[in-house]
């Protein structure tokens, strides 16, 4: 507002003249509270002075009656007398060598401002007075028999005076600030009416410049002013409207685009999935005899040999790489026949913690720690619960040997809604050495694995992949080396009228 002021006293005569005049009343006002005030102080101040002296004029005489009998006590008594004044605060009996009486009202500390002035300047009828910010200290001098002996002082404190001109300032201020209301309401009222719409109009184009599409000039009128700001708002919303439609557009293709890359990529993981189920069930059965054979006849050779034979240590080795081979096979065995489900009404929550202590007994395991978040209120989901198992065991093993065997896996159910549909979501997350980026892109191939020295085969994710597809789900992974990977899994909540249908489709 301050802003709009300047500008329009800057563009307007009339205003420079009225503001003027307002600025010379309102100075007026404050010389005049100024004024006031101080004339009022001094009036409380004389008033002060007078009823002090006429209260020394005539305690004066009582006061060297009593020093001339000598009796301190009666001196402080008359002192007392004094002090009954609400306006006198102390007063005190002193010559040139010391106080002789002391006396102050009650709650006061105050004393003599200084050291008191001698006898010799006090003269007799005349009263001296000192100031300080709080006291007027009035002095006398006291003579018995023509003769000065000593001299009498009084305080009396300053409030009154004070309080007194600051209620007259206060009162000058309201007056004075209610003035400088009216005024400034009525200049405001003024600049409203005349400028105010012209500068609306600068400061949206402003916005507007800087990429505020959304701003819009109130129209107060059918003048000229008022049809530019019609013009203006309409120029606005057409452009904004433009503009979000093109960044609709644009969303929409981004989105497409994000999909069909993701749709490309699960296809070609599908078809190598798929590729690999036919590869593993024409296979598998053809090689698992033969490796019997093998096994059986290394068994018999290390029987034969005995463990002293040099051949021993080559036999256990034929012996280990067959088993080697049979876990494999075994392996590609259970991977073609992921596609097989039984589907039946499962408590996700109770099949995580079983799956939890079957995967204890396995000693990568062992010494595993789970920071359960599950959801209570998670509804039963159709699946089958074996398949589901065998995911979630892939799972827990792979993040114990990420550990070292050792460590908490975060383990976390919830639903969620997206686009009218339920899911669950189920979580896996450790705290262990993680997964490059590089890796991330293959990870769900199969036989391809992060982990050296045979520890595995690269299919239990492939594995599991294969069965959270079958039933309508997705798994997911981030991961950062050094501090572990998060594995996601989503699957629909089916409702009853879709389970036989679902059911029929996973078979």
């Given at each position: 507002m301050?802003t709009r002021?300047?500008?329009f006293?800057r563009?307007?005569?009339?205003l420079?003249?009225?503001?003027?005049?307002c600025?010379?009343l309102?100075a007026?006002l404050?010389?005049?509270?100024i004024?006031?005030?101080?004339d009022?102080h001094r009036?409380?101040e004389?008033?002060?002075w007078e009823?002090?002296?006429?209260?020394l004029?005539?305690s004066?005489?009582h006061?060297?009656l009593?020093?001339k009998?000598?009796d301190?006590?009666?001196?402080?008594?008359e002192?007392s007398l004094?002090l009954q004044?609400?306006?006198f605060?102390?007063?005190?009996?002193f010559?040139?060598?010391?106080m002789?009486?002391?006396?102050?009202?009650l709650?006061i500390t105050?004393?003599?401002?200084?050291d008191p002035p001698?006898l010799a300047?006090?003269r007799?009828?005349?009263f001296v007075?000192?100031?300080s910010?709080e006291?007027l200290?009035?002095l006398?001098?006291?003579?018995?028999d023509g003769?000065?002996?000593a001299a009498?002082g009084?305080?009396l404190?300053?409030?009154?005076?004070f309080?007194?001109?600051?209620r007259?300032g206060?009162?000058l201020?309201v007056?004075?600030?209610?003035?400088?209301?009216?005024?400034?309401?009525?200049?405001?009222w003024w600049t409203?009416?005349?400028v105010?719409p012209l500068?609306?109009?600068?400061?949206g184009?402003?916005?507007?410049?800087?990429?505020?599409l959304?701003v819009?000039v109130p129209v107060t009128g059918?003048?000229?002013?008022?049809?530019l700001?019609a013009?203006?708002?309409q120029?606005?919303?057409?452009?904004?409207?433009?503009?979000?439609e093109?960044?609709?557009?644009l969303?929409e293709t981004?989105r497409?685009?994000r999909n069909?890359k993701?749709?490309?990529?699960?296809?070609g993981?599908?078809e190598?999935?798929?590729?690999?189920?036919?590869l593993?069930?024409?296979?598998?059965?053809e090689l698992?005899?033969?490796?019997g054979i093998?096994?059986s006849?290394?068994?018999n050779?290390?029987?034969a040999v005995?463990?002293q034979?040099p051949?021993?240590?080559?036999?256990?080795?034929i012996?280990?790489?067959?088993?080697?081979?049979?876990?494999i096979?075994?392996?590609?065995?259970?991977?073609a026949?992921?596609?097989e489900?039984?589907?039946?009404?499962i408590?996700?929550?109770?099949?995580?913690?079983e799956?939890l202590v079957?995967?204890?007994?396995d000693?990568?395991a062992?010494?595993?720690?789970?920071?359960w978040h599950?959801?209570?209120?998670l509804?039963?989901?159709?699946?089958d619960?074996?398949?589901m198992?065998q995911?979630?065991?892939?799972?827990?093993?792979?993040a114990?040997d990420?550990m070292?065997?050792?460590g908490?896996?975060?383990l976390?159910?919830?639903e969620?809604i997206?686009?009218?549909?339920?899911?669950?979501?189920?979580?896996f997350?450790?705290?262990?050495c993680?997964?490059?980026?590089?890796d991330l892109?293959?990870?769900?191939?199969?036989?391809?694995?992060?982990?050296?020295?045979?520890?595995?085969f690269g299919?239990?994710l492939a594995v599991?992949?294969?069965?959270?597809a079958?039933h309508?789900?997705?798994i997911t992974?981030?991961s950062?080396?050094g501090?572990g990977s998060?594995?996601t899994?989503?699957?629909?909540v089916?409702?009853?009228?879709t389970q036989?249908?679902t059911?029929g489709?996973?078979?």
């Amino acid at each position: 507002m301050l802003t709009r002021l300047g500008e329009f006293i800057r563009a307007s005569i009339g205003l420079r003249l009225s503001v003027g005049m307002c600025l010379t009343l309102l100075a007026g006002l404050a010389i005049s509270t100024i004024f006031s005030v101080r004339d009022e102080h001094r009036e409380m101040e004389h008033i002060l002075w007078e009823k002090g002296k006429s209260a020394l004029r005539f305690s004066a005489p009582h006061l060297g009656l009593l020093l001339k009998e000598k009796d301190p006590q009666a001196i402080e008594r008359e002192l007392s007398l004094l002090l009954q004044d609400p306006d006198f605060d102390y007063a005190y009996v002193f010559d040139d060598k010391q106080m002789l009486a002391k006396a102050t009202d009650l709650g006061i500390t105050a004393g003599p401002m200084a050291d008191p002035p001698k006898l010799a300047t006090l003269r007799q009828g005349r009263f001296v007075p000192r100031t300080s910010e709080e006291y007027l200290e009035i002095l006398t001098p006291i003579f018995v028999d023509g003769r000065k002996i000593a001299a009498v002082g009084m305080g009396l404190s300053l409030d009154m005076p004070f309080h007194q001109g600051r209620r007259i300032g206060r009162r000058l201020l309201v007056v004075t600030a209610g003035l400088l209301t009216v005024v400034l309401a009525l200049i405001y009222w003024w600049t409203r009416k005349t400028v105010a719409p012209l500068l609306d109009l600068t400061k949206g184009a402003e916005e507007f410049s800087k990429g505020n599409l959304a701003v819009r000039v109130p129209v107060t009128g059918r003048d000229e002013l008022g049809r530019l700001a019609a013009t203006f708002n309409q120029l606005a919303e057409s452009l904004q409207r433009t503009i979000e439609e093109k960044d609709r557009v644009l969303a929409e293709t981004n989105r497409l685009y994000r999909n069909l890359k993701v749709a490309r990529a699960q296809l070609g993981r599908a078809e190598r999935l798929s590729a690999v189920g036919m590869l593993a069930a024409g296979v598998s059965h053809e090689l698992n005899n033969p490796l019997g054979i093998i096994l059986s006849t290394a068994g018999n050779l290390q029987e034969a040999v005995g463990e002293q034979s040099p051949f021993a240590e080559d036999v256990a080795i034929i012996e280990a790489e067959t088993e080697r081979c049979r876990r494999i096979i075994q392996g590609l065995l259970n991977f073609a026949a992921s596609g097989e489900s039984h589907p039946e009404e499962i408590d996700l929550n109770v099949l995580m913690r079983e799956t939890l202590v079957l995967a204890k007994h396995d000693k990568r395991a062992q010494h595993l720690t789970a920071e359960w978040h599950l959801d209570p209120h998670l509804p039963l989901l159709w699946l089958d619960p074996r398949q589901m198992q065998q995911v979630f065991l892939n799972l827990l093993i792979n993040a114990a040997d990420a550990m070292d065997g050792r460590g908490v896996v975060r383990l976390g159910t919830t639903e969620s809604i997206e686009g009218g549909n339920r899911k669950a979501l189920i979580e896996f997350a450790d705290h262990g050495c993680g997964i490059s980026t590089a890796d991330l892109d293959h990870i769900f191939d199969p036989f391809y694995t992060t982990k050296r020295g045979g520890a595995g085969f690269g299919l239990g994710l492939a594995v599991s992949y294969g069965i959270i597809a079958s039933h309508g789900g997705e798994i997911t992974v981030t991961s950062e080396v050094g501090r572990g990977s998060v594995f996601t899994i989503t699957l629909p909540v089916h409702s009853e009228a879709t389970q036989l249908g679902t059911a029929g489709q996973m078979g």
